[in-house]
């Protein structure tokens, strides 16, 4: 055997990444972002983290999105870890009923565990999502699928990036119907201090995403 073959023999195999783009890697953070927010109060370190972010450009498409972002920030300049905390406990979760839902089959149906619960799940196992066997968020829950699209887009451990085309069906299917209307709530109710902010800010967003794939289409 040659010294060529030896070398080859032991070389490592070459894998390649899907390159994503710079606004890519923007939209996934930002999905990341409402992900968090909405999967439970947020704690001092992601209050600082946005608080000091640097503001984003205020062109005339991007600019009621700058607007949300600048009034995070500060909000998360100002709020206690602890009002948040409690806001969140008394918003989402509650006492039996909670006053506001978080889940596309309350909003799309008035019900919990409906059909478009179960077209989240047939959609998931489609793409070769399993349910965590320790995770107790069901999977039409905001946070959820706004994590979905984080991976959809940039992948993760063991997912490659979905195509655009993937990335606006479920979108489309699944966040599109139901967003406006669950944000909307979340902004109109009397008991709501920081998430409205926090609300406007998640709606700003995904009216972008939704204009945005009607334009690609």
């Known amino acids: 055997m040659s010294d060529h073959d030896n070398t080859d023999a032991g070389a490592a195999p070459v894998s390649f ?4 783009s710079p606004e890519d890697h923007g939209r996934a953070n930002f999905y990341a972002l409402i992900s968090r927010l909405f999967a439970d109060a947020p704690d001092a370190a992601l209050l600082r983290a946005i608080a000091g972010s640097p503001p984003l450009a ?18 998360c300049t100002v709020v206690d870890v602890d009002a948040a905390a ?3 406990e008394t918003l989402f979760v509650g006492v039996g009923k909670s006053p506001l839902n978080l889940h596309a089959s309350h909003h799309l149906t008035g019900f919990m565990m409906e059909q478009p619960l179960a077209d989240v799940r047939t959609a998931l196992a489609t793409l070769g999502f399993a349910r965590v066997g320790a995770q107790t ?3 039409d829950h905001l946070s959820a699928l706004c994590e979905v699209m984080r991976l959809l887009i940039v992948g993760g451990s063991g997912v490659e990036p979905a195509p655009l085309a993937v990335q606006r069906r ?15 709530a979340i902004a109109e109710s009397s ?6 902010v926090v609300a406007q800010f998640t709606c700003n967003c995904l009216q972008i995403e939704r204009e945005a794939f009607a334009i690609g289409e």
């Not at 990444?17 to 994503?20: A, G, L, P």
């Not at 005339?60 to 600048?70: F, I, V, Y």
């Not at 008991?191 to 409205?196: E, I």
Request: aromatic letters at 18%; charged letters at 20%.
């Open 58 to 75: 205020t062109d005339d498409d991007g600019m009621p999105l700058a607007l949300a972002w600048s009034r995070l920030m500060a909000a």
């Open 170 to 184: 479920f979108f489309e299917a699944h966040i599109a119907p139901w967003f406006d209307q669950c944000c909307a």
């Open 191 to 196: 008991l709501a201090n920081f998430y409205r």
């Open 86 to 88: 409690a806001e969140y």
């Open 17 to 20: 990444r899907t390159w994503i």
């Open 137 to 139: 968020m069901v999977e």
